[in-house]
Nanobody, 125 residues
């Protein structure tokens, strides 16, 4: 089993910054990708940013230039630095992990996805 523990959410004024962290642990040998999704009330869960094992990052158009995703492979941790926050960034942010191989040697293709419990980000105007 894989566990994802998120931290760093909270309440911030528009224009402010927050940094989310997500630490992965458990039956992990190698990871395809780590990333963040978000879900606002009444809306679907959408991709915010994703970073591959090689460090290649992708962003939603709505956050590109304001958010930066990074990862620490040694710690199996992914970060999301969020700057110039807007009220429309308000949502529950979910960390996800795309597992490539577990410690028993089993490969997953496509990768096996795991999700964090979510952390609330609220941006006031």
């Amino acid at each position: 089993q894989v566990q994802l523990v998120e931290s760093g959410g909270g309440l911030v004024q528009a224009g402010g910054s927050l940094r989310l962290s997500c630490a992965a642990s458990g039956n992990i040998f190698s990871i395809n990708a780590l990333g963040w999704y978000r879900q606002a009330p009444g809306k679907q869960r959408d991709l915010v940013a994703r970073i591959s094992s090689g460090g290649s990052a992708n962003y939603a158009d709505s956050v590109r230039g304001r958010f930066t995703i990074s990862r620490d492979n040694a710690k199996n941790t992914v970060y999301l630095q969020m700057n110039s926050l807007k009220p429309e960034d308000t949502a529950v942010y979910y960390c996800y992990l795309d597992l490539a191989r577990d410690r028993s040697g089993k490969y997953y293709y496509p990768g096996k996805n795991y999700w964090g419990q979510g952390t609330q980000v609220t941006v006031s105007s």
